[in-house]
């Protein structure tokens, strides 16, 4: 069972940047993919962008392309999603987690999720 640590949520003003980080601890960590997803209060959970472990394809959300970056590195389990120019409607719950099989952008494709890391943009 892998367990997710996310870290590196905040509040920030519109226009500002925050970078999410998300820890893996396994014995032994390879999935397919990475992926981070945002849920805000009474709203479905929502695909925000994610990347494959081994050849670090990524995938966006038309709504967060050319702001946000996911990236990883291998060597520390560790997924990152650099958020830039954010926006109010970025406020919200922030959940990485471990793709299981197919689609990468629907949630209930993940098969194991983090805690979360809460996300606030004042305007």
């Known amino acids: 069972q892998v367990q997710l640590v996310e870290s590196g949520g905040g509040l920030v003003q519109a226009g500002g940047s925050l970078r999410l980080s998300c820890a893996a601890s396994?014995?032994?960590?390879?999935?397919?993919?990475m992926a981070w997803f945002r849920q805000a209060p009474g709203k479905e959970r929502e695909f925000v962008a994610a990347?494959?472990?081994?050849?670090?394809?990524?995938t966006y959300a038309d709504s967060v392309k050319g702001r946000f970056t996911i990236s990883k590195d291998n060597t520390k389990n560790t997924v990152y999603l650099q958020m830039n120019s954010l926006k109010p409607e970025d406020t919200s719950d922030y959940y990485c987690?471990?793709?299981?099989?197919?689609?990468?952008?629907?949630?209930?494709?993940?098969?194991?999720w983090g805690q979360g890391t809460q996300v606030t943009v004042s305007s």
């Open positions: 396994a014995r032994t960590f390879m999935p397919y993919a």
């Open positions: 990347i494959t472990w081994s050849g670090g394809r990524t």
């Open positions: 987690a471990v793709h299981g099989s197919g689609r990468i952008d629907y949630p209930l494709n993940y098969s194991s």
